[in-house]
């Protein structure tokens, strides 16, 4: 069976995306494109560029990444992505869409217009990090005419370039509403503030998928690093109980 996959952004929780393509893989679902913002569109271009689940999971537990992201003055943001452009274009094996095994579709959001965008050609990295970029974090991403932010902002599971592609839409929502216990720095308040109100644009989405899966990932911190493993199981489990009876 034929499958599209709708992939959330939630920073570390979107590891959870890495499980749920495994057990759809080993289900026997084919899964024909992507469309994901922020973590989504980081897990949709790895998975659309051939890497297995199990290697999306080595890069990411390696932390090899995180010496990529840099302080920066902080003008349009605080850490650049120079640097995670860089190690991209070292990982992924094309520079354009068209070179991707897959269908992918990136969502970002134009802060100057303010209009959600939906890439699937032309050149795959600025749309990849402009998908990223939360604000007051990262910086904007310049591209063409556009200044990219993270798509999340109007559309954290961005569904809608998914219709009219044959087989089932699943949309995969890795932010529950975890209460926080306690505040330790700046970019858990706006990491947490930036998930909180995105949850607004995501529930009307979840009636356009044929199914949803939400791993059980209360009480993990979108900054988990150290439970990725875990995060990933959850991923994992939720998807081999919902979508057994799709294969029976």
Known sequence: MKVSLALSGGAVRGVAHIGVIKA???????????????????????????????????????????????????????????????????RLSGENFEDLSRKLFVGAVDIKSGKTLYFDSGSLFPALL??????????????????????????????????????????????????????????????????????????????LCHVVIEPDLQGYSPLSLFKTEEIYKLGYEKTMSLMRSYVQ
Not at 146 to 163: A, Q, R
Request: aromatic share 8%.
């Open 24 to 90: 759809l893989e080993e289900l026997g679902f084919e899964i024909v494109a992507v469309s994901g913002v922020s973590a989504g569109a980081l897990v949709g271009a790895f998975y659309c560029d051939r890497y297995t689940p199990e290697e999306m999971l080595k890069i990411v537990k390696s932390k090899d990444w995180l010496r990529y992201l840099k302080p920066t003055v902080p003008r349009l943001g605080l850490v650049s992505l120079r640097g995670a452009e860089k190690y991209l274009r070292e």
């Open 130 to 207: 402009g998908s990223c970029a939360l604000p007051g974090i990262f910086e904007p991403v310049k591209y063409k005419n556009y200044l990219l932010v993270d798509g999340g902002i109007t559309n954290n599971l961005p569904v809608e370039p998914l219709m009219g592609i044959e087989g089932i839409v699943v949309g995969v929502d890795v932010n529950p509403n975890t209460p926080m216990e306690s505040v330790g720095n700046i970019f858990q308040i706006l990491v947490r503030s930036f998930l909180l109100s995105v949850r607004s644009n995501v529930d009307k989405r979840k009636e």
